[in-house]
Structure formats: C-alpha cells, structure tokens
C-alpha cells in the first residue's frame, strides 16, 4: 500500500526509478497471491484445474505501466495492482476472477465476463433465452447476495432489447446486458485482516456458477 500511495502522489519516471524495487518486491508478492487464490479456485473449478493440469496459463498479473496513447488521462503509471484467475488467460471468451488493490478503499473483486466479443455475446444470449431463470438464480442466492449485495453489474447494458431477440422476453433484463459481471469494493482496512485470503476464496466460490454459465 505504501508503494501505491506514492505512485499515485508522484505518478512520474523520476519516482518510479527511484522506487523500483518496491515495485518489484509488492509484485512478487501479489503475484504470489494470486498463484494461491488459483490453486485454491481450481479445488471447486473443474475447468481451471484442467488449465492447470495441461500447463496452460491459468494466472495473469496486469502490468504497472499504462497505455495512454488514446487516453485523456496521461499518467504513466497505474495506482493499483491487479491480476486474475481464469482456465485461459490468452482467451478473451473465458471468464475470470479478478482481484485489484488500490488505496483508498478501490480495492476490487469480482468476475464474469466484462465487455466479449459480439459472436461470445450472441452466444450468452441464446444460452440466456434457453435458461431463461438460470442468471436470475445465481444473483438471487443468499450466498450471491452476501458477497455481491449489488448483483450483476447493470451499467453497460442496451436501453433496448438486441436484435433478434424478443423484448417481452422473461429474461430482457439480462439480455440487454453487454457485461457480465459481478464484483465490490474492499475498504483498506479489511486487506490487514488474516481472514482476507478466505474471504475472496467464498466469494469466488460463488463467483463459479455464474463463470460456469457464461462459458461455452
């Protein structure tokens, strides 16, 4: 957290140099985490311990650098460390769990599917018009509501039904939906906590139906 607190006060080269091997050092370590968190998820998530057992990538840690090439925001670093778990990190279509830390109380975690492709989208919402109750199930179980007492995420969502699908549909509300994801805030002074690891763990355990439903 120190680290972070001080790239985003002094968000240039000159500190960055100056402190690098903080970075190095507070990388390991998350990354190490994360590694963790993936060997435990693949104790209840048969398709990551799949990954796992074949060698492919299962863990991915976000670099510190940012692109800001098309961004209104310049800086060149970001303010938070973040990575995730998933059965494939090089494939887009696989959902994930995903974990950020930022001072401030920004820390994050969630999953699902954020923003896929059109053909995955049209694919979730075909599997929606058949399973018409399954989403609204997974978001409405006291466990789902415990950990993500906001749901799935409405904010990228279409004003309209999508084409091709009938907008008295039951499950509308969940087909205009252009994301997939659920996730929460985590204050500062719960990452101190010893139970944290477990924690995120329950949560990701709930987490794995709605990643099982979005996979194809």
């Not at 435990?40 to 990551?48: G, M």
């Not at 976000?62 to 970001?78: E, L």
């Not at 996730?183 to 099982?212: S, W």
């Amino acid at each position: 957290m120190t680290f972070l607190k001080g790239i985003k006060k002094h968000n240039d080269k000159d500190w960055y140099d100056a402190h690098k091997d903080e970075y190095k050092k507070l990388r390991k370590e998350f990354t190490q985490l994360i590694e963790e968190l993936g060997q435990e998820i693949a104790t209840f998530d048969p398709a990551v311990a799949k990954a796992q057992k074949y060698g492919k990538p299962t863990v991915k840690i976000f670099r510190i650098h940012r692109d800001a090439r098309f961004a209104k925001d310049k800086s060149k670093y970001k303010t938070n460390i973040s990575g995730f778990v998933s059965a494939d990190t090089k494939n887009d279509r696989e959902p994930a769990y995903y974990l950020s830390v930022e001072p401030g109380g920004k820390s994050f975690l969630g999953g699902g599917l954020f923003n896929p492709e059109r053909l995955a989208l049209s694919e979730i919402r075909d599997k929606i018009e058949l399973h018409p109750k399954k989403l609204q199930t997974i978001e409405h179980t006291d466990e789902f509501k415990r950990y993500f007492p906001n749901g799935l995420a409405r904010t990228r969502s279409l004003k309209t039904a999508p084409r091709g699908h009938d907008p008295e549909h039951e499950a509308i509300g969940y087909l205009r939906l252009k994301s997939f994801t659920a996730g929460k805030n985590i204050p500062d002074i719960e990452l101190q906590k010893d139970k944290l690891k477990t924690e995120v763990l329950e949560a990701c355990k709930t987490l794995y139906q709605l990643n099982k439903f979005l996979r194809p």
